[in-house]
T-cell receptor
Framework: TQLLEQSPQFLSIQEGENLTVYCNSS?????LQWYRQEPGEGPVLLVT?????EVKKLKRLTFQFGDARKDSSLHITAAQPGDTGLYLC?????????FGTGTSLTVIP | DADVTQTPRNRITKTGKRIMLECSQT?????MYWYRQDPGLGLRLIYY???????NKGEISDGYSVSRQAQAKFSLSLESAIPNQTALYFC?????????????FGPGTRLTVT
């Protein structure tokens, strides 16, 4: 089993604060994806990173893939209540994706 | 209309019963997947199919079987349901022609085995 651990597991912050979520593994992945999931719905893809050291920005969200392609981080600037949800990372090995344990984020207005 | 649909959305069944979960997609994608989600464990891959005649076991296939009836349809069966198969089940699709292999998920089926 390819284990992807996310931290923190739960995060509750005030609107306007910054936060970082981490996704770590001892395995190397050919690519890594970040998803957000809201209650009662399936995960929705936010970004795919492919190259070690790659940084992608999506408005207030910044994604980084570690140089060794074993870890990734998601940084949110000035969090808003609409950012509330479960954030999942998923690393690709061969034809399969292995999902992380998830970070549940609550942004309080 | 949703691109990936799952039926039923909720199901309660008893131990030992056979149950089928169905997934349909209108995205025209060739690849389809079944995952289960449990609290604290993330999503785990059960089976995946890259074409109508292609079926592959995932991380946790024991106790499950699948059928790819057409490119747009992929069903998951529990031959004899047991309580630890209680979970949220998701179907997903992807297009092999895209480099990122982005997966698109259905809304999920909440299955309870009593």
């Amino acid at each position: 089993t390819q284990l992807l651990e996310q931290s923190p597991q739960f995060l509750s912050i005030q609107e306007g604060e910054n936060l970082t979520v981490y996704c770590n593994s001892s395995s190397v992945f050919s690519s890594l994806q970040w998803y957000r999931q809201e209650p009662g719905e399936g995960p929705v893809l936010l970004v795919t990173v492919v190259t070690g050291g790659e940084v992608k920005k999506l408005k207030r969200l910044t994604f980084q893939f570690g140089d060794a392609r074993k870890d990734s981080s998601l940084h949110i600037t000035a969090a808003q209540p609409g950012d509330t949800g479960l954030y999942l990372c998923a690393g690709r090995t061969g034809n399969q994706f292995y999902f992380g344990t998830g970070t549940s984020l609550t942004v309080i207005p | 209309d949703a691109d990936v649909t799952q039926t039923p959305r909720n199901r309660i069944t008893k131990t030992g019963k056979r149950i089928m979960l169905e997934c349909s997609q209108t995205k025209g994608h060739d690849r389809m997947y079944w995952y289960r989600q449990d609290p604290g464990l993330g999503l785990r891959l059960i089976y995946y199919s890259f074409d109508v005649k292609d079926i592959n076991k995932g991380e946790i296939s024991d106790g499950y079987s699948v059928s790819r009836q057409a490119q747009a349809k992929f069903s998951l069966s529990l031959e004899s349901a047991i309580p630890n198969q209680t979970a949220l089940y998701f179907c997903a699709t992807s297009d092999s022609s895209t480099s990122g292999n982005e997966q698109y998920f259905g809304p999920g089926t909440r299955l309870t085995v009593t």
